[in-house]
Every structure is written in structure tokens, then in C-alpha cells.
């Protein structure tokens, strides 16, 4: 009874610093479970247990080998016990944030599938992630379709009239790595066939499938499209009201919610974005004066703040003010955001995306539909930390970084970003391939072998949130 109470009262994050050299401990958390089982579960090498409120967790250090999934398994069924699990996680990690992933494989899992015992945040991580991303969204007044890549849109659409089947191959081979024989045996159809559809893709959508960043974008979109409703719109039949289109944007640069985006039938637009911030008010006003000098003939409407200046147009009217109003903006060291095609009843959401995309943009001119994804991480971060949805595969090797001065995290990176095509990723990193080979070798030791495709891309989804800008956009 004493060693129990003594694990008890410790706080937890003591019990892991004492842990010193230990690279591989597990946790589980279990709702509403009574001393006595507790104890019984600890007994089974756990060197910490703790409670807050109702929920409880045990910490197991995987490098003992004294528990595994099916003891655990058999102990809990044997209590009548339902548990979340989280590891192996580096040291570096809180017992608190250990806990909290464990808790939400736990609450997941017993939303998805009932009848579990236990549920492996590897395994039930995806759809954490997901119930976390519809509930952002509708907090924040976002929908799914304001982080597709617009071109799949408009793909299926094409689909839907002339049975041309190119979302499907796209889905294929994005889906099966890039590898173009496993993506044709998928379909069903000739490799050549397959070779011919993504090259009609590419010249059709203007779409370039040898960048890496395209090709994981439009992944990330098709992985929206499958799990979230409310797809990409439809694009609308009325032309453009410049009229209705200022008076949205001034609604949104006043944070004002009255009225409606448009008084007649609804209408498609497409917005430039420019920081302004940093200019003095005589270079506001110069560059305002060349944008709508710039925008005359193309019925562009405009909207300003002390932050950014806005300007809206029709889509097919867009890249000839792209031409004119980048050069001006660039030329003044103001970097601008471009957005695709959307119903201009999403035209206050699409301009709030827009400043976020200038705080994570990295160039001058960025495009919304190059960062979906990185959007919708820093959606989902004004809600709440993105932290227990970062896989433990990836926070790994970056541990072991840490401890040991490697750059193994960046060749994991590179070796995911490409597919996991190893010649590609050692060329983006300028180094032999037999060297790329070496550090995946290290790689695979210290986290199991390589992930497959689908938890390929749940460590990717880890890049890109580790990556988000620590500052956000004020009034947003």
C-alpha cells in the first residue's frame, strides 16, 4: 500500500526525469477505473501511475519487456477495462501531453469502434485528427471546400460529363506513391493509359505532378475530399458583381457580419491579397492607386485596413491583374496571396485565409492552393494544440537528433516529401544515395520499418504542422 501511494503523489514528469536514457515508453489511459485495477495494471511494470480527475494513465518503458499490447490486452479485458494508448514517445515529451494523446486514441476509438479494448493512437490517430478538423472548422465558419486544391473541382465536373476518370487515376497514383505500374493495376488499366490520363491532367489543370509540394497538396485535398462532407462548390452561373464583391470585402476589413455577400444570384470571384503593413501611409496610397489603375477594365473591387489590401475580381479576369498588380506589389517588397476560384459567399473565410497564408508564406507570391493543408493546421491550432496529433515516428528521430547531433529528421523528411522514392530524396539533399540509404537504415532501427503509404502520410501531416509560423495575424 505504501509504494502505491507513493506512485501516486509523485508528480509525473518527475517519474520521467528519472528515467534518464529511456527512448521508448508507452502510456494508456483508462476513464473512471478504481484503485484496486489500477494497481493490478501497474503491477505489470508500470513506474508511474497517475490520476487526473476521473481519467487515469500508467507509464510502461517499452525497453523492459515486461508488458506487450497482448498482455495489456488480457489484463484489461480480465478487469472490464477500456484503455487509449500512446507510445513509444521520446523522453523529451511531457507525461501530461503522453496522457492527452492516450485520452483522445481512447475517446476516438470509443466513437469509431465500441467494441475495442484497446486503442493504439497509431491506429486512431487519422480520425482524432479529423473529429478535430470538423470541429475547428465549424467554430471558425470554415467548410472543407475553402482547402481544396480548386482543380479537382473542376476534375470531377469533367468527370461527370465525358466519364474521363481522371480524379479516379489521379487518387490512384498519388494514392499508391507515385508508382505508376501499382497505380495502373489499381484501375484496372494499361500503365500507357494511365501515363496518357496524368499527362492530359497536367496540361488541362495546369497542374505540374513532378513537384513534390503539388503532388502533396493535391493528396491532402483528395484526403479531404474522401472523410469530410461538403465538397468542393460548384462553380456559379451569374457574372461577377463588382458591386456586391466591395461591399464583402469592406464588411470583412470593418469585422462587420451584416448583410449579405451578394443581393443578387451568387457569383464566383477570386482574390489578391497584399501585406501593406510594413509600407507608410504615402506608399499605401501609391501602390493603391497603380492596383486600381491596374484593375481598370477588369471590374476589380477593393478593400483596405492598416494590414492588407484587398482586391477581387472574376476568376477568367485574374491573371491578366495577376500580371500587372504582382510586379507593383513585389516591387514594393509586399508580398501577396493569390486564391483560386470560390462563391463569393465564402469571400470573408477566403480573405481570413489569406492573411494567414501571408504569415506562413515563405516567397513573395504565394497561392492558397499551394498550402491547403498548412491553412488548415493553422485552422485547427487556433482551437487547440496540434501537438497529441503529431505522430511519435517523426518526434523520434527528431529526438534522437536532439541527443545525438544527426540530421536524421531531414532525410526522413526529404525521403517522405518524395514518395519515398530514395533517389529523388538524395538529391534534394545533395548527398550520395547510399548515403540517403544508410540514414533510412537508422531511421528504420529507431522507429520500426519505414511507414507504408497511408501513415506516410500522417508524418507528413506532422512536417507540415512542426512547420506552422509561431505568430498569427491579429483580428483574425
Not at 472543407?144 to 473541382?153: C, I, K, R, S
Not at 508564406?361 to 504565394?366: E, I, N, P, Q, R
Not at 492558397?368 to 485552422?379: E, I, K, P
Request: charged share 20%.
Amino acid at each position: 500500500m505504501e509504494e502505491t501511494q507513493r506512485r501516486w503523489d509523485e508528480h509525473p514528469d518527475l517519474a520521467l526525469a528519472r528515467q534518464d536514457g529511456l527512448r521508448g515508453i508507452c502510456c494508456i489511459a483508462l476513464r473512471g477505473a478504481p484503485d484496486a485495477q489500477l494497481d493490478a495494471l501497474a503491477r505489470m511494470g508500470a513506474f508511474c501511475t497517475y490520476r487526473e480527475g476521473e481519467d487515469a494513465a500508467l507509464l510502461y518503458a517499452q525497453d523492459e519487456g515486461v508488458w506487450s499490447i497482448e498482455k495489456l490486452t488480457n489484463a484489461l479485458k480480465s478487469l472490464g477495462l477500456q484503455a487509449g494508448l500512446s507510445g513509444p514517445f521520446a523522453l523529451a515529451a511531457s507525461a501530461h501531453g503522453c496522457m492527452l494523446k492516450a485520452q483522445l486514441a481512447l475517446e476516438t476509438g470509443l466513437a469509431v469502434a465500441p467494441g475495442r479494448t484497446v486503442y493504439p493512437m497509431g491506429e486512431f490517430g487519422e480520425a482524432a485528427l479529423l473529429r478535430a478538423a470538423r470541429q475547428a472548422l465549424a467554430r471558425q465558419d470554415f467548410v472543407p471546400g475553402d482547402f481544396l486544391h480548386e482543380a479537382l473541382g473542376r476534375m470531377a465536373r469533367m468527370d461527370a460529363l465525358r466519364d474521363t476518370q481522371y480524379l479516379r487515376s489521379l487518387d490512384a497514383y498519388l494514392g499508391c506513391g507515385r508508382d505508376m505500374k501499382r497505380a495502373a493495376q489499381a484501375l484496372g488499366v494499361h500503365r500507357n493509359t494511365l501515363d496518357y490520363r496524368l499527362s492530359r491532367i497536367g496540361e488541362l489543370f495546369a497542374l505540374d505532378l513532378g513537384d513534390m509540394n503539388t503532388c502533396f497538396e493535391l493528396l491532402f485535398s483528395l484526403w479531404l475530399m474522401k472523410n469530410l462532407p461538403a465538397q468542393a462548390e460548384a462553380p456559379a452561373d451569374a457574372p461577377f458583381d463588382a458591386r456586391a464583391a466591395q461591399a464583402a470585402l469592406w464588411r470583412h476589413v470593418e469585422r462587420r457580419a451584416d448583410g449579405e455577400p451578394s443581393a443578387g444570384a451568387p457569383f464566383s470571384c477570386a482574390l489578391l491579397c497584399v501585406s501593406v503593413e510594413a509600407l507608410p501611409d504615402d506608399g499605401r496610397y501609391a501602390l493603391l492607386s497603380g492596383l486600381s489603375e491596374a484593375g481598370q477594365g477588369l471590374g476589380a473591387a477593393f478593400a483596405f485596413d492598416e494590414d492588407v489590401l484587398l482586391a477581387a475580381l472574376a476568376p477568367e479576369r485574374m491573371a491578366a491583374f495577376e500580371a500587372a498588380a504582382v510586379p507593383l506589389c513585389t516591387a514594393q517588397g509586399c508580398p501577396v496571396v493569390l486564391t483560386q476560384a470560390f462563391p463569393a459567399g465564402r469571400i470573408d473565410a477566403r480573405a481570413r485565409l489569406c492573411r494567414m497564408a501571408l504569415c506562413a508564406a515563405s516567397g513573395l507570391c504565394t497561392r492558397t492552393q499551394d498550402m491547403g493543408s498548412t491553412l488548415l493546421f493553422m485552422v485547427m491550432e487556433r482551437c487547440c494544440s496540434l501537438a497529441p496529433y503529431l505522430c511519435e515516428e517523426v518526434i523520434r528521430v527528431m529526438d534522437d537528433d536532439a541527443q545525438k547531433g544527426t540530421a536524421l529528421s531531414r532525410s526522413l523528411y526529404a525521403y517522405l516529401l518524395h514518395f519515398r522514392d530514395m533517389k529523388l530524396a538524395a538529391q534534394q539533399l545533395h548527398m550520395h544515395r547510399n548515403t540517403m540509404e544508410y540514414h533510412m537504415r537508422k531511421i528504420d532501427a529507431l522507429i520500426g520499418e519505414t511507414a507504408g503509404q497511408e501513415r506516410r502520410f500522417m508524418m507528413m501531416c506532422t512536417y507540415k504542422m512542426l512547420a506552422l509560423p509561431q505568430l498569427m495575424p491579429h483580428g483574425l
